[in-house]
Each structure stands twice: as C-alpha cells, then as structure tokens.
C-alpha cells in the first residue's frame, strides 16, 4: 500500500469516528452518563473533604473538598487514557475516607497549639506524600507482575476490613451531620435536642438513599433523591422564615468564609516551608496500610468491572495505570485515587463507554472547581453527613449483612472480630489483627495446598461405558473437547486461586478444542468462602468461551455452596451441570459431544444384527454363519439380565438400549462398574470359562439384545470351527481395547 493509500485510510478511519461520536443518540447518551457520574463524584469530593477537614481544620473545609475535585478531574482523565477499559470511571475512593481522617486527626493533635493554617498544610503534605508512595508502590507491584498475589489475601479478612471501614464511615456521617457534641461510643449524647434534631434529617437521608438503591436501580435515583432532599430542607428554611446566615450559624450549611473561599489553589511551594515534616514522618505505619488497602480495593474493583463489562482486564496493567496517575497526581495536588466500579458500571449501563463521555465528565468537574464553592456552601451538612452514613451503611450490608447465611461461621466470627478491632482498638490495630487472622488461617490449610491430583483430557481418562466402535473411536479422535480436573484435599482462598489460573492455561491454549469442563470434588475435604469467588469468575469464563462447567462430588454442601454461585449468575444447564460421580459426568459429556457425530448417536437406535456381526467379524459369510446361533431378546428396563453370582452360560450383544454392570458390595452397597451401550458385547467370559457371574446386569432403559449361550457356542466350534476362530478373536481384540482404554484412565488418575 502506498503512503497516500494509507494516509487516505487513516483520514476516514478518523473521519468516520469523529462521525460516529457526533451521532446524536451516542453524544445523547455519553453526556448523560457524564452528568450523572459527576454529580455522584462531586458529592463524594464534598463528603470526604467534609469528614477529613472537620474539627479544627473546619474552616478549611473548602479546601479540602477543592484538593478531592481536583483528583476527580485528574485522576478521572489519565486513569481511562490509559486504562485497558476507556470508559472506566475513576476518582477518590470513599472507603480511603476515614484512614485520611485518622491520619487529619492524629496529625491535628500532635500539633495542638499550633496555628490552624500550619495543621492544614501539614495535613495537605501529608496526603500528598502518601499518594505518592501509594502510587509508587501500586506502579512496581503492577511492574513485578504481582498484583495476583494479593488476592491471596482471605476473603473473611478482606470483608472484616471493609466492614470496619464501614463503621468508621457511618461514625463520620454522623460527626459531619450533628457535630463533635455526638459521640458514637456513648448513647447518652444523642439523648440532647441539639444533636438529635441535627443527626435525624441525616440519619433519615442515608437511610432512604440506602432503602430507594435496595428497591429501584434506576441511573437517575441519586440525582432525584438529590435534589429533592436539598430541595426540602429550602421549602423548610422559607417555611419557617429562617435565613441562611442563620442557617449557617446553626451549623446546617457548610460555614464557608465567602471572602477568601476557594477550591483552588489547594497548596502551593510557598507553603512548603510551612509543613511540619516530622509529623508528616510520623504517619509511616498509616502510609503502609494505605498501600495494601488500596492495591485491594483496586484489584475489587477491578474484579467488578470485568462483570459489569463482561470482558477481561489486565490486574498488572491497571496497577501500573493507577500508580502513575497517582504519582503525577502527588505533584499536581491530586490525592489518592483510582478505578471505581460502581460508578462504571453505571456509566456503562447508560451508554457511556466512549471516551468522550471521559472529556465531558473531567470538564463539568473542572467546571464545579473554577466556580467555586458558593454552590456547594448551600449543601446542607444534613445532605453531606446522610451521604457518608449511606455509603457506610453500605459496606456494612455487603460486608457482613449479605453474607451472614452464604458464609461458615468461623468466617463470619473472623469479620466480626476484625470489625470489633477497628471500631474499638483502631484502624491500624484493625489491620493487625487481619494479618494475625491470615496467618491463623494460612496455617490452618497450608499442608493441603497440592489441590489438583490429577489433570487429564476426554481422550486419557474415558467413561465406563461401552459403546460401538465408530462411537468409540470419534470420541478418542475429540477427547480434548473435554477437559478434567481432579481435585484433593482443602480447597483454600490460595488454592482456589492457582486452580483458577491453571484452568485458564488448559482453555486459553486452544480455544477451539475446550467445550467441556469437569471438575471432581469427590476426593476434597473442605473449601473456604473464597472458592466461591474463583468458581463466579470461572463461570463467567465459561459463559464467554462456551464451555459446559461440569461439578461432580458426593458431598452436597460444597458442591450446593458452588452451585448456589450459578443460581445467582442465572445460568442455564448449557453452562452449569452438577453430578455425583466422575464418571457419570464424563460419560454425559461424551453423549454431547456423540450428539454432533455424523452417524447420529447410535445408543438410542436398535442396530440391525448381521450389521453389529459384520463390524465385529468384517466377514460377510462367517456373519452368516454365526448369526444363526444367536437368539435375540428383548428386555424391559429394570430388569435383571443376570445376577451376581448365577452361572455363567452365555455372552450378548447389545443391539439397542443400554445395560448396567452392577457390583454388590457387603453391606447392601453396589456399585455401577460400567454401561453397556448398543455395539458393545457383555458377559463373554462366562462362555469361555463357566465361572460365575462376577457382577449383575440390569436393564437401564428398555434393551434389544442379541444371545449366544455356552450350548450354542460350544456347537459353533464343534460345526464350524473356522468361524469360532474368527469369533473368539474378535472377542479378544474387544477385551484387548477394554483392558487399554481403562489402563489408559488408571495410568492418567495417577499422574
């Protein structure tokens, strides 16, 4: 192609999206989802700035909800340019929320005596610093290719924390809303008129917010309930003639100085002489849970954009996205910030998948900070402090509420006990007590981390059923559709994980020939709540590349706790088959496969007789010769053919249906060793040797079958011993291919 041609190609290739971004209906619904988003950001920037710069940093409250929009707008532009996903949303995340607070406020106390500006700064530095080193440690775990390793960490630790992020968020919902005069930890100071009638309207807000998201999921819920609380609390204020300086006085609106109020600049390097840089040394231990906290919730999220997306993201590279947004952020005023999934997957439910719906949402967020905070003074704090308890209220039902009856209660015990740990001891002792928890856990399982004991394809571990040989040998040419996983021990939070990445090796090595996959729990002792995290990925896996997920096991509460992940993905039995033994499975996956088979599936089909003989013998008159020896018979399904132990007097070929071979075993217990299907041949050793029956045969479905007893046999020999012969020879080259196939299974089990 010449350089004009190509030159030409890239123009309308260009012309043709800039056109496609000017549909109406595609700028229509991008600039809504943009909206939307920034309305939700603007209100997070304004509670976490709110709950962070409260106490004496109060009046630099505008501040600090300025330096939280500021890393919306940054972080929400460079995060999706370079981010796997375009429309990924990102910005401050509220969970991150109270472990500034703590940090504010054990800077604001180390430093009590000292102007509130100096704190302020301090406070400023610090944030700063920390996402920084935030930043660089998310950029080099994403660089090392580690960000796998951290979802190792247990799931009831993970949850515990994210529970106590919970409380702390709800205990400053409720500073913010009725001021310092309430102490969550003494139910005596809510008794007082004056901290009642401020923390009522905000309890009642985050209540109905929580109550409305629970019940509607529709994209303009927040925006209206928005509005209509903000719009109330003025119809109130003009019905009771009450001003806003009043109001302001009050504390029910945000107490700007309207004069010297701004969002930006937030700090600049004339301040940096003022900074205590030894206080700022000092938030080392709140620096390093902010890392692991982070590079979690980064990797949950990025877990939940991959379901609301449905399509892989790479964890490494988002780390490495993350981290260097948030290295530039640190010198461009921009604290800690990275992808949020609840707000993308509201994006992308709205249409706004494009990156021009990222252009639009960064420039109405830069547009709230050149206007300033005068429009968002008139938030009421009942408005800001209900949407903190909302959001911790929140975490608190995904964390603990939704769980309480999927999960054992041993994990259940754990999350209590973290929780109980930050709400009373701390963030930090929180914290200490989830790695203790880790550890107790790791401790517990890791003798049993061997959890695959056996891996094979359809072609080396074959079912116990005999089937004609055509059939036979077309499952040995597409053994591979099926691949088999044969599980041991105690599946685990770092197990489940390994076996998740093994299994997408086996799939993503060939594509083309992965349709089936069975997965054998028959030999595990126990699994975690963590399991259930790897099996909804797999399965959303399997739903993209059109696989059928085979569970098979004995013990129903691990197979129902797996199992229950399908019910609430809402898979059809085309993605989702549960039986109790390996076989059974592996059998079924086979007559699928049987059933894309040329000749059609010949186990529901009666054969003709001379035709069965002629594909065992391949002798047209040696055919006619034996078949006059055998007898057919029909048999009723239920029936027994024989049982264990009768006398051995004569051999059948299955002309249609299917027989179970059936070994009693002491204590009423009998097991099916092995189903006949039609073209294969049962009981031949009675003819040759008269021993007894060593197992019973039973009628599966109604069965045609084609009979050769001892007598008749022995006859055949005497009268046509030529054709014995070739008899007896075919019989052995069956026997022979039987003996291999289940060699061929044994040999692949013990891998």
């Given at each position: 192609m010449s350089s004009t041609s190509k030159s030409s190609?890239?123009?309308?290739?260009?012309?043709?999206?800039?056109?496609?971004?000017?549909?109406?209906?595609?700028?229509?619904?991008?600039?809504?989802?943009?909206?939307?988003?920034?309305?939700?950001?603007?209100?997070?920037?304004?509670?976490?700035?709110?709950?962070?710069?409260?106490?004496?940093?109060?009046?630099?409250?505008?501040?600090?909800?300025?330096?939280?929009?500021?890393?919306?707008?940054?972080?929400?532009?460079?995060?999706?340019?370079?981010?796997?996903?375009?429309?990924?949303?990102?910005?401050?995340r509220s969970g991150q929320a109270p472990v500034?607070?703590?940090?504010?406020?054990?800077?604001?106390?180390?430093?009590?005596?000292?102007?509130?500006?100096?704190?302020?700064?301090?406070?400023?530095?610090?944030i700063l610093v920390t996402t920084l080193i935030v930043g660089i440690f998310m950029f080099t775990i994403g660089l090392a290719k580690m960000g796998t390793l951290v979802r190792y960490i247990p799931y009831p630790v993970v949850a515990g924390f994210f529970a106590g992020l919970g409380y702390l968020l709800t205990k400053g919902g409720i500073t913010v809303a009725a001021g310092p005069l309430a102490d969550i930890t003494s139910l005596t100071s809510f008794l007082t008129a004056e901290v009642t009638i401020h923390l009522l309207p905000a309890v009642l807000f985050g209540v109905v917010l929580l109550l409305m998201e629970q019940r509607f999921s529709h994209w303009l819920?927040?925006?209206?309930?928005?509005?209509?609380?903000?719009?109330?609390?003025?119809?109130?204020?003009?019905?009771?003639?009450?001003?806003?300086?009043?109001?302001?006085?009050?504390?029910?609106?945000?107490?700007?100085?309207?004069?010297?109020?701004?969002?930006?600049?937030?700090?600049?390097?004339?301040?940096?002489?003022?900074?205590?840089?030894s206080v700022v040394a000092q938030q080392f231990s709140t620096v390093i849970v902010l890392c692991i906290l982070s590079?979690?919730?980064?990797?949950?999220?990025?877990?939940?954009?991959?379901?609301?997306?449905?399509?892989?993201?790479?964890?490494?590279?988002?780390?490495?996205?993350?981290?260097?947004?948030?290295?530039?952020?640190?010198?461009?005023?921009?604290?800690?910030?990275?992808?949020?999934?609840?707000?993308?997957?509201?994006?992308?439910?709205?249409?706004?998948?494009r990156f021009i719906m990222i252009v639009i949402y960064t420039a109405l967020i830069l547009t709230v900070i050149a206007v300033g905070p005068a429009p968002i003074s008139l938030i009421p704090s009942a408005?800001?402090?209900?949407?903190?308890?909302?959001?911790?209220?929140?975490?608190?039902?995904?964390?603990?509420?939704?769980?309480?009856?999927?999960?054992?209660?041993?994990?259940?015990?754990?999350?209590?006990?973290?929780?109980?740990?930050?709400?009373?001891?701390?963030?930090?002792?929180?914290?200490?007590?989830?790695?203790?928890?880790?550890?107790?856990?790791?401790v517990h399982s890791y003798s049993q981390l061997s959890v695959v004991k056996s891996a094979m394809d359809g072609a080396e571990h074959v079912s116990n059923i005999d089937r004609h040989k055509n059939e036979q040998a077309y499952l040995d040419q597409h053994g591979e559709l099926i691949q088999i996983f044969?599980?041991?021990?105690?599946?685990?939070?770092?197990?489940?994980?390994?076996?998740?990445?093994?299994?997408?090796?086996?799939?993503?090595?060939?594509?083309?020939?992965?349709?089936?996959?069975?997965?054998?729990?028959?030999?595990?002792?126990?699994?975690d709540s963590s399991v259930t995290n790897s099996f909804a990925k797999l399965m959303k896996i399997c739903i993209r590349e059109n696989i059928t997920l085979c569970l098979t096991g004995k013990n129903t509460a691990i197979i129902e706790r797996i199992a229950n992940v399908g019910e609430e993905l809402k898979l059809s039995t085309n993605v989702l088959q549960i039986f109790r033994e390996l076989d059974e499975a592996i059998g079924w996956c086979e007559d699928q496969i049987l059933l894309k088979f040329s000749a059609g599936n010949s186990s529901n089909q009666v054969m003709n007789s001379d035709e069965l003989l002629n594909d065992l013998i391949e002798d047209d008159e040696a055919v006619a010769t034996i078949s006059k020896?055998?007898?057919?018979?029909?048999?009723?399904?239920?029936?027994?053919?024989?049982?264990?132990?009768?006398?051995?007097?004569?051999?059948?070929?299955?002309?249609?249906?299917?027989?179970?071979?059936?070994?009693?075993?002491?204590?009423?217990?009998?097991?099916?060793?092995?189903?006949?299907?039609?073209?294969?041949?049962?009981?031949?050793?009675?003819?040759?040797?008269?021993?007894?029956?060593?197992?019973?045969a039973v009628a599966r479905r109604d069965s045609v079958l084609f009979k050769l007893s001892t007598k008749d046999y022995q006859s055949l020999v005497l009268s046509q011993p030529s054709e014995a012969h070739l008899f007896s020879a075919c019989i052995i080259k069956i026997m022979a291919e039987r003996l291999a196939r289940s060699n061929k299974s044994v040999l692949a089990l013990a891998r």
């Open positions: 190609s890239v123009k309308n290739h260009w012309k043709s999206f800039v056109t496609s971004l000017l549909t109406p209906s595609i700028l229509f619904r991008n600039m809504s989802a943009a909206a939307v988003l920034a309305v939700l950001n603007v209100a997070t920037a304004v509670s976490i700035g709110t709950l962070i710069f409260s106490g004496p940093l109060k009046s630099f409250v505008s501040l600090g909800i300025g330096l939280f929009l500021i890393a919306t707008a940054v972080a929400g532009l460079i995060i999706p340019a370079t981010s796997g996903y375009k429309g990924l949303i990102a910005a401050p500034f607070a703590v940090m504010a406020a054990t800077i604001a106390l180390s430093m009590q005596g000292q102007p509130n500006e100096t704190i302020a700064v301090t406070v400023i530095a610090a819920l927040f925006p209206t309930i928005l509005a209509a609380g903000i719009g109330l609390f003025y119809f109130i204020l003009f019905a009771t003639g009450t001003s806003i300086e009043t109001a302001t006085q009050n504390g029910w609106v945000s107490a700007f100085d309207k004069s010297t109020a701004s969002f930006f600049p937030v700090f600049s390097l004339g301040q940096v002489p003022a900074v205590d840089w590079v979690i919730m980064l990797l949950l999220d990025i877990s939940g954009v991959e379901i609301a997306i449905n399509r892989d993201l790479d964890p490494n590279r988002e780390l490495r996205t993350a981290g260097l947004s948030n290295i530039i952020g640190a010198f461009v005023v921009s604290p800690l910030s990275f992808g949020v999934a609840a707000d993308t997957a509201v994006a992308h439910k709205l249409g706004g998948d408005i800001v402090g209900g949407f903190l308890i909302y959001i911790g209220l929140n975490f608190l039902i995904e964390w603990i509420w939704k769980k309480r009856s999927k999960l054992p209660f041993t994990d259940l015990l754990v999350i209590f006990i973290i929780l109980a740990g930050v709400a009373v001891l701390g963030i930090l002792e929180g914290v200490a007590i989830g790695i203790f928890m880790a550890t107790v856990l790791f044969v599980l041991q021990g105690f599946v685990f939070f770092g197990s489940a994980s390994q076996l998740l990445e093994k299994i997408k090796l086996v799939i993503n090595g060939d594509r083309a020939n992965k349709r089936f996959l069975v997965i054998d729990f028959n030999h595990v002792d126990g699994v020896y055998f007898k057919k018979e029909t048999i009723l399904e239920g029936e027994v053919l024989f049982k264990q132990g009768d006398t051995g007097n004569s051999l059948y070929l299955i002309l249609g249906g299917a027989i179970s071979i059936v070994i009693n075993l002491p204590g009423a217990h009998s097991v099916n060793v092995r189903t006949m299907r039609a073209g294969s041949i049962l009981g031949e050793m009675a003819v040759y040797t008269g021993a007894p029956r060593t197992a019973s």
